[in-house]
Protein backbone atom coordinates (compact mmCIF):
# COMPACT_ATOMS: atom_id res chain seq x y z
CA UNK A 1 0.00 0.00 0.00
CA UNK A 2 1.51 3.47 -0.71
CA UNK A 3 1.51 5.89 2.23
CA UNK A 4 -0.41 9.58 1.05
CA UNK A 5 1.23 12.21 3.08
CA UNK A 6 -0.31 15.47 4.32
CA UNK A 7 0.89 18.32 2.51
CA UNK A 8 0.55 21.82 5.23
CA UNK A 9 -1.69 22.88 2.65
CA UNK A 10 -4.36 19.63 3.31
CA UNK A 11 -3.77 20.29 6.83
CA UNK A 12 -5.12 23.84 6.78
CA UNK A 13 -7.91 23.16 4.41
CA UNK A 14 -9.21 20.21 7.04
CA UNK A 15 -9.00 23.23 9.14
CA UNK A 16 -10.78 25.86 7.42
CA UNK A 17 -12.85 23.11 6.61
CA UNK A 18 -13.47 22.24 10.53
CA UNK A 19 -14.03 25.59 11.02
CA UNK A 20 -16.37 26.92 8.87
CA UNK A 21 -18.63 23.45 9.85
CA UNK A 22 -18.69 23.69 13.83
CA UNK A 23 -19.35 27.12 14.11
CA UNK A 24 -18.30 28.86 11.72
CA UNK A 25 -15.24 32.27 11.70
CA UNK A 26 -16.87 35.06 12.80
CA UNK A 27 -19.26 33.26 15.85
CA UNK A 28 -15.61 32.04 17.10
CA UNK A 29 -14.24 35.16 17.32
CA UNK A 30 -17.52 36.81 19.38
CA UNK A 31 -17.86 34.16 21.61
CA UNK A 32 -13.96 34.60 22.52
CA UNK A 33 -13.95 37.53 22.38
CA UNK A 34 -16.06 38.22 25.28
CA UNK A 35 -15.07 35.01 27.17
CA UNK A 36 -11.28 34.35 25.94
CA UNK A 37 -12.03 30.68 28.59
CA UNK A 38 -14.00 29.59 25.56
CA UNK A 39 -10.75 28.85 23.78
CA UNK A 40 -10.26 25.98 25.32
CA UNK A 41 -13.72 24.53 24.19
CA UNK A 42 -13.15 25.61 20.65
CA UNK A 43 -9.57 24.56 20.08
CA UNK A 44 -9.98 20.90 21.75
CA UNK A 45 -13.47 20.75 19.36
CA UNK A 46 -11.23 21.81 16.71
CA UNK A 47 -8.59 19.67 16.97
CA UNK A 48 -10.67 16.39 18.20
CA UNK A 49 -12.44 17.20 14.80
CA UNK A 50 -9.20 17.56 12.78
CA UNK A 51 -7.80 14.87 13.81
CA UNK A 52 -10.35 12.45 13.09
CA UNK A 53 -10.65 13.46 10.02
CA UNK A 54 -6.67 13.96 8.92
CA UNK A 55 -6.67 10.69 10.77
CA UNK A 56 -8.91 8.99 8.30
CA UNK A 57 -6.92 10.32 5.57
CA UNK A 58 -3.61 9.46 6.11
CA UNK A 59 -1.95 6.30 5.96
CA UNK A 60 0.70 7.60 7.92
CA UNK A 61 2.29 5.51 11.09
CA UNK A 62 1.36 6.28 14.11
CA UNK A 63 4.99 8.46 14.91
CA UNK A 64 4.57 10.78 12.14
CA UNK A 65 1.03 11.47 12.21
CA UNK A 66 1.29 12.84 16.02
CA UNK A 67 4.60 14.26 15.76
CA UNK A 68 4.55 16.42 12.40
CA UNK A 69 0.80 16.40 10.86
CA UNK A 70 -0.45 16.78 14.31
CA UNK A 71 1.98 19.72 15.11
CA UNK A 72 1.62 21.61 12.07
CA UNK A 73 -2.36 21.47 12.69
CA UNK A 74 -1.82 23.03 16.37
CA UNK A 75 0.25 25.88 14.51
CA UNK A 76 -2.09 26.40 11.85
CA UNK A 77 -4.63 26.36 14.68
CA UNK A 78 -2.86 29.21 16.66
CA UNK A 79 -2.01 31.39 13.75
CA UNK A 80 -5.87 31.33 13.92
CA UNK A 81 -6.78 31.84 17.38
CA UNK A 82 -4.37 34.60 17.49
CA UNK A 83 -5.81 35.85 14.56
CA UNK A 84 -9.64 36.14 15.53
CA UNK A 85 -8.49 36.96 19.51
CA UNK A 86 -6.40 40.41 17.80
CA UNK A 87 -3.36 39.08 19.71
CA UNK A 88 -0.60 40.73 19.18
CA UNK A 89 2.26 38.49 17.45
CA UNK A 90 4.93 37.66 14.87
CA UNK A 91 4.56 34.54 12.57
CA UNK A 92 7.61 32.75 11.38
CA UNK A 93 10.55 34.99 11.71
CA UNK A 94 13.74 33.80 10.26
CA UNK A 95 17.06 34.65 12.49
CA UNK A 96 19.84 32.22 11.41
CA UNK A 97 21.18 29.41 10.16
CA UNK A 98 17.53 27.60 8.82
CA UNK A 99 16.33 28.53 12.19
CA UNK A 100 13.22 30.81 12.46
CA UNK A 101 11.06 31.49 15.00
CA UNK A 102 7.33 30.13 14.92
CA UNK A 103 5.63 32.25 16.48
CA UNK A 104 7.00 35.49 18.73
CA UNK A 105 4.39 37.12 21.14
CA UNK A 106 4.33 40.50 21.14
CA UNK A 107 7.04 41.19 19.07
CA UNK A 108 10.74 41.17 17.84
CA UNK A 109 11.22 44.48 18.74
CA UNK A 110 9.86 43.58 22.36
CA UNK A 111 11.76 40.53 22.20
CA UNK A 112 15.29 42.23 22.03
CA UNK A 113 14.52 45.25 24.04
CA UNK A 114 12.60 43.94 26.72
CA UNK A 115 13.10 39.56 26.66
CA UNK A 116 10.98 38.89 30.28
CA UNK A 117 8.21 40.59 28.38
CA UNK A 118 7.70 38.55 25.47
CA UNK A 119 7.05 34.69 24.73
CA UNK A 120 8.88 32.76 21.59
CA UNK A 121 6.13 29.35 20.76
CA UNK A 122 8.02 27.11 18.84
CA UNK A 123 6.85 23.52 17.28
CA UNK A 124 7.78 20.42 17.88
CA UNK A 125 7.43 18.45 14.37
CA UNK A 126 11.03 16.53 14.69
CA UNK A 127 13.82 15.30 17.02
CA UNK A 128 15.78 18.09 15.04
CA UNK A 129 13.35 20.69 16.19
CA UNK A 130 13.69 20.13 20.02
CA UNK A 131 17.53 19.66 19.39
CA UNK A 132 17.60 23.16 18.12
CA UNK A 133 15.86 24.72 20.83
CA UNK A 134 18.54 25.76 22.72
CA UNK A 135 19.74 28.09 20.27
CA UNK A 136 16.56 30.72 21.44
CA UNK A 137 18.40 30.93 24.84
CA UNK A 138 20.51 34.00 23.20
CA UNK A 139 17.27 35.46 21.87
CA UNK A 140 15.21 34.54 25.15
CA UNK A 141 17.44 34.20 28.00
CA UNK A 142 14.35 33.74 30.14
CA UNK A 143 13.58 30.33 29.48
CA UNK A 144 10.07 29.86 31.07
CA UNK A 145 9.22 32.49 28.15
CA UNK A 146 10.37 29.63 25.43
CA UNK A 147 7.22 27.50 24.55
CA UNK A 148 7.44 24.70 23.36
CA UNK A 149 4.30 22.73 21.36
CA UNK A 150 4.73 18.98 20.82
CA UNK A 151 2.09 16.04 20.15
CA UNK A 152 3.65 14.11 23.06
CA UNK A 153 5.46 15.37 25.89
CA UNK A 154 8.70 16.19 25.96
CA UNK A 155 11.58 15.41 28.76
CA UNK A 156 12.19 19.51 29.61
CA UNK A 157 11.36 21.03 32.22
CA UNK A 158 13.66 24.07 31.63
CA UNK A 159 10.83 25.13 29.18
CA UNK A 160 7.41 25.69 29.35
CA UNK A 161 5.32 22.94 27.08
CA UNK A 162 2.31 22.60 25.67
CA UNK A 163 1.14 18.84 24.55
CA UNK A 164 -1.71 18.32 21.76
CA UNK A 165 -2.22 14.71 23.53
CA UNK A 166 -5.84 14.86 25.31
CA UNK A 167 -4.33 12.98 28.38
CA UNK A 168 -1.93 15.51 29.52
CA UNK A 169 -2.15 17.29 32.28
CA UNK A 170 -4.40 19.77 32.88
CA UNK A 171 -2.23 22.97 32.97
CA UNK A 172 0.05 21.49 30.03
CA UNK A 173 -2.93 21.16 27.52
CA UNK A 174 -2.31 22.74 24.22
CA UNK A 175 -6.23 23.57 24.47
CA UNK A 176 -4.60 26.27 27.23
CA UNK A 177 -2.63 28.12 25.21
CA UNK A 178 -4.42 30.92 24.02
CA UNK A 179 -5.48 31.67 27.93
CA UNK A 180 -1.89 31.28 28.52
CA UNK A 181 -0.74 34.03 26.04
CA UNK A 182 -3.61 35.91 27.31
CA UNK A 183 -2.74 36.11 30.96
CA UNK A 184 1.45 36.63 30.02
CA UNK A 185 0.18 39.52 27.91
CA UNK A 186 -1.85 40.81 31.10
CA UNK A 187 0.33 40.09 33.57
CA UNK A 188 3.50 42.29 31.42
CA UNK A 189 1.01 45.26 31.08
CA UNK A 190 0.98 44.70 27.27
CA UNK A 191 -1.10 47.53 26.26
CA UNK A 192 -1.19 46.27 22.35
CA UNK A 193 -4.82 45.94 20.55
CA UNK A 194 -6.97 43.35 21.35
CA UNK A 195 -10.67 42.35 21.36
CA UNK A 196 -10.30 40.03 23.82
CA UNK A 197 -11.96 40.60 27.70
Known sequence: MIKKILTGDEIKQTLY???????????????????????RKYIELIMNKCI?????????????????IVTTLSEALLHFMLTICTLP?????????DLSLDVIVPSLQILKTRPE??????F??????LNRVSELESLQPHHKNIWLVSAKPLSTTKYTAYYVLPNAKLDNKYSNIIIGIDNFLRETGDKSFRLVH
Open 117 to 122: KSIIVQ
Open 52 to 68: AKLDSESNDDDYYFYAT
Open 124 to 129: IKEKMD
Open 89 to 97: SERKIPIKN
Open 17 to 39: SVIEDEAGKEKIQTEITSDIKLS
